[in-house]
């Protein structure tokens, strides 16, 4: 394993005092030949309803210098208009185009793979969860719902599970019955832990432990790391993939996922993911910046 310390130059230490890093394969990367960006949210953008600082001059920044944008979050919680209201009320305009949620991801993907018009979904998850799924047709199941020997109609077909911060033991109840009984299990994302303004707390990837556990089903997983959502995101941007790079706070999803894409990675260190994580792990982004105002003025620059 390299030792970053002593490998990893300070490429614009001369611009600013916020350390920015770029390597691949032991070379300085070049911060050039960007043209969109796919931008995590929680961890990137704000903790909780706390924005990161420099948020206003970043946004700023890519509409002067004309870079295409997706904000693309595994945080399945809220819908697109609720993430335009929130970066609204932190002096942010964004259009509903430029939101893509796991659950969107989801739901399409449920879409390419299964008739909505036939098929029953229970879902654990907020509004952001569920209003996708409503949006393409499917049927949404309630609590207790599940396929007996009497009636095979009235369970679900497809458990999916996002974040829910209104998470009960009958929602557990319902969707490991529905498991159980054949449903298949999908994951909208596989995050173990959320950055909030009052620390890390827990993520969907805890929720879907628990269902594991409980059912013996291992859940097909739409959000990063896998690449589905950042191929949906490419289709949308339209970009080539040399020309985009992935921002985001986390190794194990935001940057292994760009990895899996093919396309190049960004590594802010204001969120999950620490200078000591990186050195225990077996792939690393394209660059490493302390926070969105390095990545502001490396784009100036």
């Known amino acids: 394993m390299i030792d970053l310390k002593k490998h990893l130059p300070y490429t614009f230490s001369k611009l600013t005092n916020i350390t920015i890093y770029g ?14 960006l796919i931008i995590d949210m929680d961890g990137v953008l704000w903790h909780g309803d706390l924005p990161a600082p420099g948020l206003k001059d970043f946004f700023q920044t890519l509409r002067e ?11 399945a919680s809220l819908t697109q208009q609720q993430y335009v209201t929130k970066l609204s009320r932190m002096g942010i305009s964004v259009t509903l185009n430029e939101i893509l949620t796991s659950s969107m991801a989801t739901a399409l993907y449920l879409t390419e793979h299964t008739d909505p018009a036939t098929t029953r979904v229970f879902v654990i998850g907020e509004d952001g969860a569920r209003q996708p799924l409503l949006d393409r047709g499917f049927t949404l199941t309630d609590l207790y719902e599940v396929n007996n020997d009497s009636d095979s109609s009235i369970g679900a077909d497809v458990v999916v599970c996002g974040k829910d911060a209104t998470l009960s033991w009958d929602k557990l109840a319902t969707a490991t019955l529905n498991l159980r009984a054949g449903a298949k299990f999908i994951g909208t994302n596989a995050d173990t832990t959320l950055p909030t303004e009052r620390g890390l707390i827990l993520g969907n990837g805890a929720i879907l432990a628990a269902l594991q556990t409980a059912t013996g089903v291992t859940p097909i997983i739409i959000g990063k790391p896998e690449p589905i959502i950042y191929q949906q995101a490419l289709a949308q941007l339209g970009t080539d993939p ?4 992935a921002i985001g706070d986390r190794l194990e999803t935001d940057i292994l996922g760009a990895i899996r894409t093919g396309i190049r990675s960004l590594l802010v260190l204001s969120g999950v993911s620490t200078k000591d994580d990186l050195k225990t792990t077996d792939y690393q982004p394209t660059w490493v910046m302390t926070d969105i105002r390095a990545v502001t003025q490396a784009l100036k620059k």
């Open 242 to 245: 040399s020309e985009t790079v």
């Open 23 to 36: 390597m691949r394969n032991n070379l300085i990367e070049p911060f050039t030949n960007i043209r969109a």
């Open 65 to 75: 210098q004309h870079i295409s944008f997706i904000l693309a979050t595994n945080n």
